[in-house]
T-cell receptor, first 116, second 111 residues
């Protein structure tokens, strides 16, 4: 089944404790992206990646890191989480090629993160 | 800069029609529409790539007015299954290849 998976689905942590949220897709998509969703603010892009080893900042990248060592995986890293990073996080992928138009994005199930 | 959606929320009875608008301050390449049901991930509805283009999905259609930098989503004869939050995403020449989503419109359909 074609899908985007995220782990963990729920996470409660404390301020300053490094964490990683994994994202994996099995559709051989070039483009992957991370969003955070907060009430009243919609989906805001954190980082995106056009291909392996190619990543770029979205609109709210502060406090986050990403890596794209393999095509299928795009982990989101919070080196020192803070309470303002409490949010619902979505990973997405699409078959979009560099320089090409945006295509349909396939979203993972989401990770609800609480930072105390 | 996020596109602006209006209204922020709408409540309908089953069978009624609704229009959701999405406006951008920037020129647009394309407009994307997604629906998110409560507790689930957003799901793709449609992409509009050209000015004046209209597309349809079930009884949901959309238009894209490139000149006005806006798009509208039309839901006709709404069904209970249409309930959810609708997001538009915009892609602009100045957007550095980013797809920027609006804040969402919550649609509630009552029987």
């Amino acid at each position: 089944e074609a899908q985007v998976t995220q782990n963990p689905r729920y996470l409660i942590t404390v301020t300053g404790k490094k964490l990683t949220v994994t994202c994996s897709q099995n559709m051989n998509h070039e483009y992957m992206s991370w969003y955070r969703q907060d009430p009243g603010l919609g989906l805001r892009q954190i980082y995106y990646s056009m291909n392996v080893e190619v990543t770029d900042k979205g609109d709210v990248p502060e406090g986050y890191k990403v890596s794209r060592k393999e095509k299928r995986n795009f982990p989101l890293i919070l080196e020192s989480p803070s309470p303002n990073q409490t949010s619902l996080y979505f990973c997405a992928s699409s078959p979009r090629l560099a320089g090409g138009p945006h295509n349909e994005q396939f979203f993972g199930p989401g990770t609800r993160l609480t930072v105390l | 800069q996020q596109p602006v959606q209006s209204p922020q929320a709408v409540i309908l009875r089953e069978g009624e029609d609704a229009v959701i608008n999405c406006s951008s301050s920037k020129a647009l390449y394309s407009v994307h529409w997604y629906r998110q049901k409560h507790g689930e991930a957003p799901v793709f509805l449609m992409i509009l790539l050209k000015g004046g283009e209209q597309k349809g999905h079930e009884k949901i259609s959309a238009s894209f007015n490139e000149k006005k930098q806006q798009s509208s989503l039309y839901l006709t004869a709404s069904q209970l299954s249409y309930s959810g939050t609708y997001f538009c995403g915009t892609d602009s020449p100045q957007g550095a290849q980013k797809l920027v989503f609006g804040q969402g419109t919550r649609l509630t359909i009552n029987p």
